[in-house]
Every structure is written in C-alpha cells, then in structure tokens.
C-alpha cells in the first residue's frame, strides 16, 4: 500500500506557518488550503489571505471587520474568502490612465481659458492657443496649489502618476512652470451631496470636502519640459475614487506683476 506524507505536518506549526506565508497570491492560498483539513486550517486560521492583502496594500487595514449576511460573521472562513477575493479583484486591474475629470484647483489665473480642464489633454496647444492650468499669481514662492480628479472607479489602485509641466513658448525666455516638489492624496468625498456642486465652475477650493486616506510623500520637480513619472513606494488602493495633485514651492516669476506662478 502506497503511504502518503503531508511534510507539514512533520514540521513544527511555526515552521509550516511561515512557508505558507511566503506565497505571494490569494490564488495559491486557495490552493494550498484544498491540499487537507491541516493546510486549510493554518491558511485560514492564520488568516493568511488577509495579511497578503495587508502587505500588499497597507491601506487595508482600515478594514475592521468583514459582514456577509446571512452568515455568521465571526467566521475566520468568511475573512479567508472575502480577502482572497478581494486581492485577486485589486491585482487583476488592468494597467490604464485612471483619472476621468476634474474636480477643482485651488486657483486658476484666467477662468475658463487657463482652467484644470486642460491638464487632461496632452496637447500644448489646441486651435492655435496654448493649453493649459496657470495658478493665480502670489508673493509667496511657498503657497500651494492642489488640483483634484475623479478617477475611473471608487475603487482604484494606483502605482504611479504622470505629470507634465507647461513651458511657456509665449513668454521671454520660455519659462517652464513647474513646482519644486508634488505630493499625491487619495480619498472620498465626506458627503455625497458635494457631487452636485461645481467647484470648477464656481473657482472654489474642494480639499476640505474630503477625507484624504492616502498621502504620499515628497518628490522633487524637475524644471524640465517632458513628461515625468512619480513611481509610488507601493501600489496604492484608492478607496473613494478622488486624487489630489499638490503642487509645492514656485519658481518661476512673472515680469508683468512680479509674482510667483505655477
């Protein structure tokens, strides 16, 4: 008679646990939990689907609890099924541009011709007219700026964001407008009610109508006109749908008022 061996279970719990740990998708874990009753009970137990959706995306762990009516929810069974379920759903979108319109910035110099709008188009210039977001002047070379998108779902993951800065062919010296440093922030509105005002139109700030769940940190500008990339740290769920663009530290003056613009 041919004898079986589960290897794990020759192994101290400690042990089997931290190889089991070592996958690296919910797909696997499902796998290895159908393997027996004992690798089903370290995978589930353990809730290791929902330390790999943990590790993978740290804002997940703002998730309290898991409810699925009609069930107890007190189940590790449950947590086991709604996190694997929930990695294989946020690693398997497809890699695409995910901001959809604009909510709102902080200030814009001439309304409309100058507006957040035209940071959506790659375009320097459309019908012969240059396109694109100019701030209102200040004397501050510190004061910021914060632009904001709705992206394609309330629920994104986002591992890096583009950013192009306008250099100014119409003006002496072809300056280029970009801020020394941008910092990104993800969210959700605080009330669904704003949805029906426009910020944009009415030329108001909407930063204090969100909760902002995600803040990265600092990176540098470069004074260059070309397209530069802002790689994450980490994959970044986007709970809410909302980003905010913000822009730090001016450099560039206009000569009409002497003031710093972005």
């Not at 689907?49 to 993978?56: A, F, M, N, S």
């Not at 003006?171 to 993800?186: E, G």
């Not at 009330?191 to 030329?203: C, R, V």
Request: charged share 25%.
């Amino acid at each position: 008679m041919e004898t079986h061996i589960d290897f794990l279970e020759w192994l101290e719990p400690d042990m089997a646990l931290k190889i089991l740990t070592c996958l690296d998708d919910s797909a696997d874990l499902i796998r290895a939990s159908a393997v027996s009753r004992y690798w089903q009970n370290i995978v589930v137990s353990n809730g290791l689907c929902k330390q790999l959706c943990r590790r993978t995306f740290p804002q997940l762990a703002c998730i309290t609890h898991v409810v699925e009516p009609g069930h107890d929810n007190s189940s590790d069974k449950i947590d086991h099924q709604a996190y694997a379920s929930l990695f294989r759903a946020l690693t398997a979108f497809p890699q695409t541009y995910c901001i959809v319109d604009p909510v709102s910035a902080s200030s814009t110099d001439n309304y409309p011709e100058e507006s957040i709008m035209n940071t959506l188009d790659p375009r320097d210039t459309i019908r012969n007219q240059g396109s694109y977001w100019s701030s209102k002047g200040s004397d501050d070379p510190e004061t910021p700026e914060k632009l904001i998108y709705t992206l394609t779902s309330n629920l994104c993951v986002i591992t890096e964001v583009n950013l192009h800065p306008f250099q100014a062919l119409f003006q002496l010296d072809f300056p280029i407008y970009a801020s020394k440093f941008v910092r990104f922030r993800m969210g959700h509105l605080k009330s669904w009610k704003e949805l029906t005002y426009d910020f944009m139109e009415a030329q108001e700030c909407a930063d204090d109508k969100f909760v902002w769940t995600y803040t990265s940190q600092m990176f540098p500008v470069a004074q260059e006109n070309r397209l530069q990339r802002f790689k994450l740290p980490e994959p970044v769920v986007c709970i809410g749908g909302y980003l905010q663009i913000e822009l730090l530290g001016r450099v560039q003056k206009q000569a009409a008022d002497d003031r710093y613009y972005l």
